[in-house]
């Protein structure tokens, strides 16, 4: 399975993908957290990452890329993977079909479908364990009152790019840079729409109901 999860922020990809990683026993390539790891340890990459992050708009393409060159040549990458994030950009995303040649092209794009206004509440109310990564929301799934990660006992905090200032920012971003693969993939016959503004259980249905009618 070589697949990717397309939407704006907060439609729920990374809630998904974790999901289904486990599930088909494939890794879930989130250049997000690859980012944000960078950015903890200090490395160049996070320095050149981390204000942009922070603001809201994009990393280079180039840096992207390299970065996930690199990861997609790893041998857990072998089965299959799931995209998680990028392409993020129609550069991106050409960029990717080279990459990965014929014989190992995509499969399938799952665009993940909800509201402004639902992503907004997400995203404000979204926090994440300092740790493992782990995603929480005050609302749908409230973090321990300890405020540790009951996964891994880390510090749970709100991303920085949560705030809403940013995540209007980012909505923006998307529109502008992102939402054109919509129809790069849909040309290429490989977009299917995910109805995401429903809850985890009954999107993680629909996925997996898409994903094994292809
Ligand atoms: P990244 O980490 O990829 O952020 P994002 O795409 O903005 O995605 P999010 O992690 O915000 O949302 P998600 O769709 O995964 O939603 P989640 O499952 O967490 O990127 C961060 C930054 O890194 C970018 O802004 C950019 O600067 C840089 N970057 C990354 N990739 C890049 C690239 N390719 N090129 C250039 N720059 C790049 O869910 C959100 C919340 O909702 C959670 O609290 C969750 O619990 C909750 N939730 C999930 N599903 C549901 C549901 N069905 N119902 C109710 N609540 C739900």
Excluded: H
Excluded at 43 to 66: F, H, N, P, Q, Y
Excluded at 202 to 210: D, G, H, I, K, S
């Amino acid at each position: 399975m070589r697949v990717i999860f397309l939407g704006a922020p907060g439609t729920g990809k990374g809630t998904q993908a974790v999901w289904l990683s486990e599930k088909f026993a494939i890794p879930q390539i989130s250049t997000g957290d690859i980012l944000r790891k960078a950015v903890a340890e200090g490395t160049e990459l996070g320095k050149a990452a981390d204000a942009i992050m922070k603001s809201g708009g994009l990393v280079s393409d180039e840096l992207i890329v390299a970065l996930v060159r690199e990861r997609l040549e790893q041998p857990d990458c072998r089965p299959g993977f799931i995209l998680d994030g990028f392409p993020r950009t129609i550069a991106q995303g050409e960029s990717l079909d080279l990459m990965l040649g014929r014989e190992k092209a995509i499969q399938s794009v799952l665009f993940f479908e909800v509201s402004e206004a639902e992503i907004v509440t997400r995203l404000t109310s979204r926090r994440t364990c300092s740790g493992c990564a782990r995603n929480y929301n005050m609302i749908s799934d409230p973090p321990p009152a300890s405020g540790l990660c009951d996964s891994c006992g880390g510090r749970i905090i709100q991303r920085p790019d949560d705030s809403e200032e940013t995540v209007r920012k980012r909505l923006q971003v998307y529109e502008e840079k992102t939402a054109p693969l919509k129809e790069f993939y849909n040309e290429q016959k490989k977009l299917y729409i995910l109805r995401a503004e429903q809850p985890v259980e009954r999107v993680r249905e629909e996925l997996v109901t898409l994903l094994s009618g292809l």
